[in-house]
């Protein structure tokens, strides 16, 4: 007979500053359909609140949390505990950071910035489509170069000063359908 085990979808990766759904998948005969909150654990807890599960089956369940926008990246492990055993299954925290973290905003300027993540999050074949600035008010384009797996540089090219308030703003750039986020201040001239 096969050991219990579990998986998490989506795979092995999660960013903070956000609430996160992921699947968890049975193996081996490992029952989940009858699972109190108490018998999930998720380790080490630093930034983690609201642990929820739901859609319990016999082969899996939906784990719901909080991560902390300023949780550490690292490697988490869940594990479940039914019938006397366990089984555990790890995922990575990975965070991205941006340098300079404020920038003014002149119009018809533009800006590089240089943007690094922590391990598991590649950035090397990142295209704009996966970068978005929220507001985007006052930038013009945005372009990727200079992309590595644990960083790459950003050039944000700004219009009008008028158009870019003083604001703080949320880099995010998305991949493998993980979406990790950097804050942003845009000051005006």
Do not use: C
């Amino acid at each position: 007979m096969q050991s219990p085990a579990i998986s998490i979808e989506p795979p092995g990766v999660v960013a903070p500053g956000r609430s996160r759904v992921l699947r968890i998948t049975s193996s081996g005969g490992f029952n989940l359909s009858n699972l109190g909150p108490e018998q999930v654990t998720l380790s080490p807890t630093t930034g983690i609140s609201n642990v929820a599960i739901s859609d319990l089956s016999e082969g899996g369940l939906t784990l719901s949390f909080d991560l902390a926008r300023d949780v550490p990246a690292g490697d988490r492990v869940l594990t479940i505990y039914a019938n006397d055993v366990s089984a555990s299954a790890s995922f990575k925290v990975v965070k991205i950071s941006v340098s300079p973290d404020r920038v003014i905003a002149i119009a018809g300027a533009s800006r590089d910035l240089r943007v690094t993540s922590s391990e598991g999050f590649d950035l090397s074949n990142v295209i704009r489509a996966q970068v978005r600035i929220t507001p985007p008010d006052g930038i013009a384009n945005i372009a990727v170069s200079n992309a590595t797996e644990r960083g790459l540089t950003l050039t944000l090219l700004f219009t009008h000063v008028d158009e870019a308030p003083e604001i703080l703003r949320e880099l995010m750039i998305t991949v493998n359908n993980v979406r990790a986020s950097a804050r942003l201040e845009v000051l005006p001239t």
